[in-house]
């Protein structure tokens, strides 16, 4: 069975600060995808990045970046010096050897002035 | 090439009435899936196409569920005999056979009253 955690409900922030938004999975499979979508108020989920379970390098894209460890099972997403436009919900989800995507609750991002 | 689109956005229905929703994919995208996301949680896998054949079924989909996918084109999604447990946001997505990745439609909203 395939399952993703992410145990922060919602997080609330000051503009400027880094959040970082965590993700933790589980898998049987030895080759699997994770993924991190941000959905915002509008309701479309926006592909931010895939990752494959061969590929431990992080990420960086701007203000975001993306910390892969197999070691702990888990996928963290860090935005740094928030903005109030990051302000939606965040998805981690995972794809084993099927092709449905595993989505983890939602982390929801408030960003204030 | 203007996205994965959906329609209707938005459909109130009675409660023991049908709905069908419509979703046309990006172009060159094989693959088609359908999800749906309840308020608070992360979208929910029902079912994929690849083409026209329907490859994959969640046990979500009950048997009130039937999507197709008649020229591997656009897929419809329709539920029968509507109750009020299917008011959710319903998502369709399409992706390319060679690459892993999805891209998200804006989704239908579903209110059964």
């Known amino acids: 069975a395939q399952k993703v955690t992410q145990a922060q409900t919602e997080i609330s922030v000051v503009e400027k600060e880094d959040v970082t938004l965590d993700c933790v999975y589980e898998?049987?499979?030895?080759?699997?995808?994770l993924f991190w979508y941000k959905q915002p108020p509008s309701g479309e989920l926006v592909f931010l990045i895939r990752r494959n379970s061969f590929d431990e390098q992080n990420e960086i894209s701007g203000r975001y970046s993306w910390n892969f460890q197999k070691s702990t099972s888990s996928f963290n997403f860090t935005i740094t010096a928030s903005q109030v436009v990051d302000s939606a919900v965040y998805f981690c989800a995972l794809s084993g050897s099927g092709y449905a995507l595993n989505f983890g609750k939602g982390t929801s991002l408030l960003v204030t002035p | 090439d203007t996205g994965v689109s959906q329609n209707p956005r938005h459909k109130i229905t009675k409660r023991g009435q049908n709905v069908t929703f419509r979703c046309d994919p990006i172009?060159?995208?094989?693959?088609l899936y359908w999800y749906r996301q309840t308020l608070g949680q992360g979208p929910e896998f029902l079912t994929y196409f690849q083409n026209e054949a329907q490859l994959e079924k969640s046990r979500l989909l009950s048997d009130r569920f039937s999507a197709e996918r008649p020229k591997g084109s656009f897929s419809t999604l329709e539920i029968q005999r509507t109750e009020q447990g299917d008011s959710a946001m319903y998502l369709c997505a399409s992706s390319p056979v060679t690459v892993y990745g999805y891209t998200f439609g804006s989704g239908t909203r579903l209110t059964v009253v």
């Open positions: 172009s060159e995208h094989n693959r």
């Open positions: 898998t049987r499979d030895t080759t699997y995808y």
